[in-house]
């Protein structure tokens, strides 16, 4: 597994979610170098960026998620996270980890978000 991304699950529209993910072995240098982004696909549809959050801390998210959802890093522990507050079904998809480390492209294994109205 490239990357490990794990918090999926079911909730009721209105509630929280916390994706994490992780690359396996990183060492913290190369980790806190490393750009991170949190990708979205749906059935039929192409996949899309949701967030993204660069080495030196810069982050950017989406407009549909804009207020709601926050991508974050934690250098102690080498992990990526993406904070999901006030969930709306059409936010039900899979979610992919995605990770640029050292010049190379990561994917997580995708974890299903499913909000239920």
């Known amino acids: 597994v490239q990357l490990q991304a794990f918090g999926g699950g079911l909730v009721q529209a209105g509630g929280s979610l916390r994706l994490s993910c992780a690359r396996p072995?990183?060492?913290?240098?190369?980790?806190?170098?490393?750009?991170w982004a949190w990708y979205r696909q749906t059935p039929g549809k192409q996949r899309e960026l949701v967030a993204s959050?660069?080495?030196?801390?810069?982050?950017v998210h989406a407009d549909s998620v804009e207020g709601r959802f926050v991508i974050s890093r934690d250098n102690a522990k080498k992990r990526v996270y993406l904070q999901m507050n006030s969930l709306k079904p059409e936010d039900t998809a899979v979610y992919y980890c995605?990770?640029?480390?050292?010049?190379?492209?990561?994917w997580g294994q995708g974890t299903l978000v499913t909000v239920s109205s």
């Open positions: 995605n990770a640029n480390i050292m010049g190379s492209n990561y």
């Open positions: 072995g990183i060492i913290s240098s190369v980790f806190w170098g490393s750009d």
């Open positions: 959050l660069t080495g030196d801390g810069a982050a």
